[in-house]
């Protein structure tokens, strides 16, 4: 069932109820009753009559009858431990000066470095004397080359 609003009180209009009127320059007005329809005629502004919907709603009558908006909860921020670090390592870090912290970052920067140094050179290490004991002389073979072919190999 499909209502419309009454375009001078704004109440519902039901279906089979109401007017329409349709002024010369063909905009169309839905009226709920001759009452609505003679303020309308007589270009009377509805926020200034009390009955009206809009005049309610202007002066906030009857707003005890409507639903108030229930208030939403402020959202409060919690602090988890994360899976690598308890909670004390994480507010003792985020309470660090910003000095303090990059050179934390630049001890543990140079520490991967070290160690992949360490392991670079034990791998090298190992591939050397691996080397050293399988080093046969090696004979190099000459490849043979294919006949140059004519054309580019594109078809035509």
């Given at each position: 069932?499909?209502?419309?609003?009454?375009?001078?009180t704004?109440?519902?209009i039901?279906?089979?109820?109401?007017?329409?009127?349709?002024?010369?320059?063909?905009k169309?007005f839905t009226l709920?009753?001759?009452?609505?329809e003679?303020?309308?005629?007589?270009?009377?502004n509805?926020?200034?009559?009390?009955?009206t919907q809009?005049?309610?709603?202007?002066?906030?009558?009857?707003?005890?009858?409507?639903?108030?908006?229930?208030?939403?909860?402020?959202?409060q921020?919690?602090?988890?431990?994360?899976?690598?670090a308890?909670?004390?390592?994480i507010?003792?870090?985020?309470a660090?000066?910003?000095?303090?912290?990059?050179?934390?970052?630049?001890?543990?920067l140079?520490?991967v470095?070290?160690?992949?140094?360490?392991?670079?050179?034990?791998?090298?290490?190992?591939?050397?004397s691996?080397?050293k004991?399988t080093?046969a002389?090696k004979?190099t073979?000459?490849?043979?080359?294919?006949?140059?072919?004519k054309?580019?190999?594109q078809?035509r």
């Amino acid at each position: 069932m499909k209502t419309e609003v009454c375009q001078f009180t704004g109440f519902k209009i039901y279906p089979g109820h109401g007017k329409r009127y349709v002024r010369a320059d063909n905009k169309a007005f839905t009226l709920i009753n001759g009452k609505a329809e003679a303020n309308f005629l007589m270009r009377r502004n509805p926020r200034e009559i009390r009955w009206t919907q809009i005049y309610r709603r202007l002066h906030r009558k009857g707003a005890s009858e409507e639903v108030a908006k229930k208030k939403t909860r402020k959202v409060q921020k919690m602090q988890r431990a994360i899976v690598g670090a308890s909670l004390e390592v994480i507010k003792q870090k985020r309470a660090e000066k910003p000095e303090q912290r990059a050179a934390s970052r630049e001890a543990a920067l140079k520490e991967v470095k070290d160690r992949k140094k360490a392991k670079a050179a034990a791998t090298k290490k190992t591939t050397s004397s691996a080397a050293k004991t399988t080093s046969a002389p090696k004979q190099t073979k000459q490849a043979k080359q294919a006949p140059a072919k004519k054309g580019t190999g594109q078809k035509r």
